[in-house]
């Protein structure tokens, strides 16, 4: 009781934010690994929640979360991508929970993730920009947002969109990291008035200044723990990932090895997913980079251990 008063004052004491506060819940829809990595990023930054849904109906689990959350007093929920996303329907649902919604949405992924950006990375110095066409490295993106505060924005694979200009300029970015993989030298040039900072093999965390935690940031923290530990005694909820981010042979390879508890020798995999031992090794490298599975040698082989656990929609 008395932590939870202490938060409530923490709440009415901070006026102030680094990050905007408008938000409660943020809605995403679960087969969009972009827009998901965006949500996810800020979510590890404030502890705002994130619930994932279907494009057309609200799914029965994303509906015992909104009901959870609004048990406990949250009301504004933001839903990012268009009606297409998540159509109306699924809107006017969530509005009859006693939500108030509203829509961070652009005409593709790149103006969705700038306008987002804009919006709620009021402080942001750095933004980390990857190719929007790939979810080769949103995993490697997430954590590094969550490391340095910096917004995930997308580009294309020859030039920077005129929507991503317009945040880092909004934003007053002065660093940039940015994954190279799948992009043309000209992204880079167009990029020359920052200080760009390649994420590749050997890329070290760029030393952050040390500031003190906002109190809203500290009280909305807090505030989103609290709220997990009381859903998780109704009901029993892990942080999982959908298997959306993962394409269709990546998935085939997960599912081969959570089939025998989530370990398995590489050597065992041809034979379980029909795949040549080639292709198998560039999978395998991939996933491990994105840090979904680990990696151990034995004898002549290797034994592979998923990380992550998934689910879908």
Not at 213 to 223: C, D, H, N, R, V
């Amino acid at each position: 009781m008395r932590l939870y008063i202490l938060l409530i004052c923490l709440i009415l004491m901070g006026s102030v934010s680094a990050f905007a506060s408008e938000v409660d819940v943020i809605l995403v829809r679960s087969d969009l690994p972009q827009e998901f990595a965006v949500a996810q990023a800020y979510s590890h930054l404030t502890g705002v929640p994130i619930v994932t849904t279907p494009s057309q109906e609200l799914s029965e689990d994303a509906r015992e979360q909104l009901r959870g959350y609004a048990s406990l007093g949250y009301r504004n929920l933001v839903i990012i991508g268009g009606e297409k996303a998540v159509s109306l329907e699924v809107q006017r649902e969530i509005d009859q929970l006693g939500y108030v919604t509203r829509r961070i949405a652009e005409a593709d992924r790149y103006g969705t993730a700038a306008t987002f950006a804009k919006e709620f990375y009021s402080r942001a110095e750095g933004a980390i920009l990857l190719y929007g066409e790939s979810s080769e490295n949103l995993l490697l993106a997430m954590r590094l947002s969550s490391a340095t505060d910096y917004p995930i924005l997308f580009v294309k694979r020859d030039r920077v969109p005129p929507a991503v200009k317009d945040a880092l300029a909004s934003l007053h970015v002065k660093r940039v990291l940015l994954f190279p993989q799948g992009l043309e030298a000209s992204v880079k040039e167009e990029l020359s008035g920052y200080e760009v900072i390649p994420v590749e093999r050997g890329f070290e965390l760029p030393e952050q200044k040390n500031s003190t935690l906002p109190l809203t940031f500290i009280a909305g923290f807090a505030l989103g723990m609290l709220s997990v530990l009381v859903y998780l005694r109704v009901r029993k909820i892990k942080q999982r990932l959908p298997y959306e981010i993962l394409n269709e042979d990546e998935e085939r390879i997960i599912r081969a090895i959570a089939s025998e508890g989530g370990k398995l020798t590489q050597d065992a995999l041809p034979e379980k997913t029909g795949f040549s031992r080639p292709k198998i090794s560039r999978i395998v490298k991939e996933l491990v980079e994105r840090g979904i599975i680990e990696k151990v040698p034995k004898g002549r082989t290797h034994v592979l251990t998923i990380k992550k656990e998934f689910y879908r929609e």
